[in-house]
C-alpha cells in the first residue's frame, strides 16, 4: 500500500530493463544513474517492496533521471 501511493507515473521516456540472474537494484541504478544508492528510485516505480526477491525475468520501469 505505502509504495503503491509513492509509485510514479510512467514516462514516455523511460526504459525497461529485464531483470537477470545476479542483478541487483543497486547495480542497474550504478548502469542508469550512475549512482547505486538511486535504486530506491527504481524500486518505488516498479511497487517493488523486497529488493532482494525479484525474479528474473521481471520487467522493471526505470524512470528517467529527469522525471522528477
Known sequence: LFTSRLAKKIEVDDELYTF???????????KHYKDARA???????????????????????????NNE
Not at 537477470?20 to 550504478?30: P, Q, V, W
Not at 517493488?48 to 524512470?63: C, E, K, W, Y
Open 39 to 65: 535504486w530506491f528510485q527504481i524500486a518505488l516505480a516498479n511497487n517493488i517492496i523486497d529488493p532482494f526477491n525479484i525474479p528474473v525475468g521481471t520487467i522493471l520501469r526505470v524512470p528517467n533521471e
Open 20 to 30: 537477470k540472474e545476479d542483478d541487483t537494484l543497486e547495480a542497474i541504478a550504478t
